[in-house]
């Protein structure tokens, strides 16, 4: 017998928010077995980030070969890749080994929850250019969306439908957008092909534990996608609600010796409480 396997390529976080540490949280919460390679390291916690170092572009890949030598992966997850070479290197074994991650789900991780910003400039570009078509869906909020087209952010779903469209004749073949920075009491992520635009919503819960949100969907949906084999609206959905019940068990916790400022993280354990 064999369990369904998520792989996660991205950044480090220490206080186990986001990052490597809440996907593999997720895909554990979520019945998948989790694997992990590390692309970037961080210093931060639920304040911020103090600083960031990427890993030597040949390192990142040698640990993703090692995993894809040994594992069938189901579905991968791509996170922070911090700069050009990680990024480029990442798309370059990407490209020559395609089948071997499975479905592909590309959070285009940018900015930190605190503002901090997670990758250089001149990633955008392989972003854009090499990693975006290789992946079956990207999952930009509204920023990331708005950084990927080079224009100005959407103010509201219709703007924002309007972009993902428009990441989608760029090369994108499916885009989950994310709604959360638009205004509201009803949260809207607008799921977007070739064929169709579904609007997805869910209210809005008011809480500052909002910390590693983006990168729990996308493994979400990665560990979804790794247990029924299809990429779905039923798929997000299933990812979506897991995300909302997470912040939900979460919302009232009070993990940082000052919880009135920054962002806590989610609960990620939500799946198997009772």
Request: glycine content about 10%.
């Amino acid at each position: 017998m064999k369990p369904p396997v998520a792989l996660s390529i991205a950044g480090s976080d220490p206080s186990g928010g986001a990052g490597i540490q809440a996907d593999l949280k997720t895909f554990s919460a979520l019945g998948v077995y989790g694997c992990a390679a590390i692309a970037g390291l961080t210093v931060q916690n639920t304040q911020g980030v103090r600083a960031a170092q990427a890993l030597d572009p040949g390192f990142v890949v040698d640990q993703v070969t090692a995993v894809v030598d040994d594992i069938a992966v189901d579905a991968t997850k791509l996170g922070m890749l911090t700069n050009a070479g990680v990024a480029g290197a990442v798309a370059d074994l990407l490209a020559s080994r395609r089948k071997d991650f499975g479905t592909i789900v590309l959070d285009p991780v940018m900015v930190a929850t605190s503002g901090d910003a997670l990758l250089a400039e001149d990633a955008v570009e392989v972003m854009r250019t090499r990693l975006m078509p290789l992946a079956d869906v990207i999952t930009p909020n509204v920023p990331e969306t708005a950084v990927l087209l080079d224009e100005a952010p959407a103010t509201s779903s219709d703007e924002l439908a309007d972009q993902a469209q428009r990441l989608v004749q760029a090369g994108a073949r499916a885009v989950l957008a994310k709604g959360g920075h638009l205004d509201g009491d009803e949260l809207t992520d607008l799921l977007v092909t070739p064929e169709d635009t579904i609007r997805l919503t869910s209210p809005r819960i008011h809480t500052r534990n909002t910390h590693g949100t983006g990168c729990t969907l996308s493994s979400a949906v990665a560990a979804c996608v790794a247990r029924s084999g299809v990429l779905d609206v039923a798929t997000v959905e299933r990812a979506r609600d897991y995300l909302h019940r997470a912040i939900v068990a979460g919302a009232t916790w009070r993990l940082s010796r000052t919880p009135d400022s920054g962002h806590g993280p989610v609960n990620h354990l939500v799946e198997g409480a009772s």
